[in-house]
């Protein structure tokens, strides 16, 4: 495990496989590190993600199946923000989030940015995607 740097730590509901191998195919300079799986022990989660080890856009992510009951909510509370400089990535990085999930804000030109939005894709992650013009 990396240490003395924070690194995002993901909770899902029995869908962490699905998520992130969605986002390291979505997002450039992505990785699988590694996926293992609950085993017989806890019946409820067998072949359900015990721990993924990822990075996306070379930043590094944990993620961990809960049961769909145990699973803390989602929460836009907190989310992911990534600043783009290329308005291309930008744009097939909003569609494709906001294909099927739900978008809070945007795109818009907001303070220094002249892109900004705010999307929870289907997995219950809050994204906030920015451009600034340059």
Do not use: C
């Not at 293992?36 to 996306?56: I, R």
């Amino acid at each position: 495990m990396e240490q003395d740097r924070p690194i995002s730590f993901f909770s899902f509901p029995g869908t962490a496989a699905a998520a992130v191998n969605f986002y390291v195919q979505l997002f450039p300079n992505s990785e699988l590190i590694e996926l293992t799986y609950f085993g017989d022990e806890q019946p409820e989660l067998t072949g359900k993600v015990y721990n993924a080890s990822f990075t996306l856009m070379g930043q590094s992510f944990y993620a961990l199946d809960f049961t769909p009951k145990e699973a803390p909510p989602a929460s836009w509370q907190t989310s992911q923000f990534i600043e783009f400089s290329d308005t291309h990535l930008f744009d097939r990085i909003f569609t494709t989030l906001a294909s099927s999930g739900h978008v809070l804000m945007g795109p818009e030109p907001i303070a220094q940015f002249d892109k900004a939005a705010w999307i929870t894709d289907q997995f219950g992650i809050t994204w906030q995607l920015v451009h600034r013009a340059a």
